[in-house]
């Protein structure tokens, strides 16, 4: 039975979609107005592990994305950067887009873009003012907080308390300071940097929590499954997006489950640009070797913190070599004979972890302790192919969930060559010729493969591998 962590009631709860297997799942998607750090990175790899998952379980997914492609931000670097406003998103999304590739994300079936839902974002508004929940002034539109009383229940936020500290837009037309932006009145005039569409209310551009509800509401209706999003999204940003939706729909829940990411931080800060230590994607995976960066991110459950560290990285990456290690090994497994080993007890485990609110690293511990069990049988060569085949096949399983490849898909074909020259330098050993043995060794290097010296002799490996 799968549980969930919900944000919403802070439990963990039962995953039960509306209907039935089919699920709807929203995210928060960029803001492409510079590159994406590796904590964004984090955020979207938890959610591709988790609609795998959901997939492997045989759930129906439907994973939408939005990408906030206007902004302030986007809007000011266009300014410094003096290019159309619209070339600053495209540049950046393309860019994450490859990055995510390399990072083998696959899981969203479609991203909006906020651009293209102007009329759901007008609409929505509209119906907001209608309702007596929203205020125009001066060509901008406000949600009125007031008017809607469980503002910062999700977060756990008492309004009256809140501290001053919380970041707010300063602007006179708001009745309160809390209220928030659902439509910008257009500010300046250039509309190279600043673009600008048509509304009831003049001329103007959607605000930001806005985009999200009138997209999640074109695909999904006023409720829904899942809604994901790294942690710092929750305060004001998820509670705007419940505010809009409620109140312009009048149903409760707006989303069923809410699930949050934990934050990576370098060592033990934040990554932010003005302490000047960000990683940028695109640098992660041109100097590191994306699988092990991914593979990191699923040693760590989605909701823990991760304190990103060179030392973390290099310890992942020789955790995934010692499962393709050993997967390399069980393919080279033919003999039919040998002890029959089960593979469903390290299955169940690994099920049950994923079960129990998508705990990644505990279902790659079922990994390691299977590597444990059946190593010494593959070193005394009693586990039979066919025992190999299961453990292979399960850590398929595992492969397409995590989403790094771990099969080594490199031939285990030895040439007959390699493998004479191998027993040549064996025998050249057991004799005591070291220095003719190494010579022997030395040639099979130059040919691609090197040698493991094992208890019974020796094995060839792939070079690479
Ligand atoms: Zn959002």
Redesign the pocket.
């Known amino acids: 039975m799968l549980t969930v962590y919900n944000s919403r009631t802070r439990k963990k709860e039962v995953f039960k979609p509306r209907k039935g297997k089919r699920v709807q799942m929203f995210v928060?998607g960029i803001t492409p107005y510079n590159s994406a750090h590796i904590g964004n990175l984090k955020t979207y790899l938890n959610y591709d592990v988790i609609a795998r998952y959901l997939r492997l379980r045989r759930y129906t997914v439907f994973y939408l994305q939005?990408v906030t492609d206007i902004d302030d931000k986007i809007v000011n670097a266009a300014r410094a950067a003096d290019v159309v406003w619209s070339e600053i998103p495209a540049r950046y999304f393309s860019e994450f887009q490859a990055v995510c590739e390399k990072l083998h994300v696959i899981g969203i079936s479609k991203y909006a873009y906020a651009t293209d839902f102007i009329p759901e974002i007008i609409a929505q508004v509209k119906r907001l003012i209608d309702k007596g929940y929203a205020y125009e002034k001066n060509g901008s539109v406000y949600f009125e907080v007031k008017k809607f009383k469980d503002y910062g229940k999700l977060s756990g936020q008492n309004l009256a308390k809140l501290h001053k500290s919380v970041r707010l837009e300063k602007d006179e037309n708001k009745k309160h300071p809390y209220d928030f932006v659902l439509w910008k009145a257009r500010e300046g005039t250039n509309e190279k940097y600043e673009p600008a569409w048509d509304s009831p209310w003049g001329k103007g551009r959607p605000g930001w929590h806005i985009e999200?509800t009138a997209i999640s509401e074109k695909f999904f209706g006023p409720q829904y499954d899942l809604h994901g999003?790294a942690g710092e999204?929750k305060f004001p940003?998820h509670e705007a997006e419940i505010a809009q939706q409620e109140s312009a729909s009048g149903k409760k829940p707006f989303v069923k489950y809410w699930v949050h990411t934990g934050v990576l931080t370098l060592g033990k800060t934040k990554m932010s640009k003005s302490l000047g230590n960000v990683i940028s994607g695109k640098e992660m995976v041109e100097t590191h070797d994306p699988d092990a960066f991914r593979f990191l991110v699923t040693s760590t459950q989605y909701r823990s913190p991760l304190p990103y560290s060179e030392k973390l990285f290099t310890q992942a990456a020789s955790n995934l070599e010692k499962i393709r290690d050993f997967t390399r090994r069980l393919k080279a497994i033919k003999q039919k004979s040998g002890k029959a080993f089960a593979v469903a007890p390290y299955e169940k485990k690994f099920f049950a972890a994923m079960d129990d609110d998508f705990n990644t690293p505990s279902g790659l511990a079922a990994i390691f302790t299977l590597i444990r069990a059946a190593n010494p049988l593959i070193e005394r060569k009693t586990l039979s192919a066919k025992s190999a085949k299961a453990m292979i096949s399960f850590i398929k399983d595992v492969e397409r969930v995590i989403g790094v490849p771990l099969i080594n898909t490199l031939s285990t074909q030895i040439p007959q060559g390699i493998t004479a020259l191998a027993k040549e330098r064996d025998l050249l050993r057991k004799q005591g010729k070291w220095a003719e043995a190494d010579a022997v060794r030395a040639r099979i290097l130059e040919q691609g493969y090197t040698l493991k010296d094992t208890k019974e002799g020796f094995e060839i490996i792939p070079a690479g591998k």
């Open positions: 928060c939005n999200d999003g999204l940003h």
